[in-house]
């Protein structure tokens, strides 16, 4: 396999288990180097394998059914790989506090359907990075965190 083959099998592998509908945090360990910097337009920037297990354990607990799923194939240049996802969930979970405009209380049945594009780096088998652009302000706008013009 070329070493573009192989970055897409880990980062498919991290997209399906971390991103997914079931999230297995053990694959933080198995695939994120310990200072791996996760960045999305949302959430303040996460760095380290404990920062990253702790936003997506509090991220899941408010939005129970949180999943995103890929919405093109994987491209693969290099050290780094491009994926397309959509994805989304329903907050009927505890008070969430992480969004950089703002908190919702808690279990407020709000739904959140948003699309994105997200750049990973592969390093000797492990994401040192995943920096994605996301349609936050759709996210925002439908759980009524930020109102349309």
């Not at 897409?8 to 592998?13: E, M, Q």
């Not at 509908?21 to 760095?47: E, F, I, W």
């Not at 939005?63 to 996802?85: C, H, M, Q, S």
Request: proline share 3%.
């Amino acid at each position: 396999m070329s070493k573009e083959s192989d970055n897409k099998a880990i980062v498919g592998r991290w997209f399906t288990e971390f991103w997914g509908k079931t999230c297995n945090l053990g694959v933080v360990d198995d695939l994120a180097t310990p200072d791996m910097l996760l960045q999305y337009s949302l959430h303040a920037p996460r760095r380290g394998r404990q920062d990253i297990k702790a936003f997506m354990t509090g991220f899941r607990e408010a939005f129970p059914d949180l999943n995103f799923w890929g919405a093109a194939d994987l491209i693969a240049e290099g050290d780094y790989v491009v994926g397309r996802w959509e994805g989304g969930g329903t907050h009927t979970g505890p008070a969430f506090s992480d969004f950089l405009v703002g908190s919702l209380p808690a279990a407020t049945g709000r739904k959140m359907h948003f699309t994105g594009t997200t750049v990973l780096r592969v390093e000797n088998g492990k994401i040192t990075e995943e920096i994605g652009l996301d349609d936050g302000v759709t996210a925002l706008q439908q759980l009524g965190l930020i109102q349309q013009a």
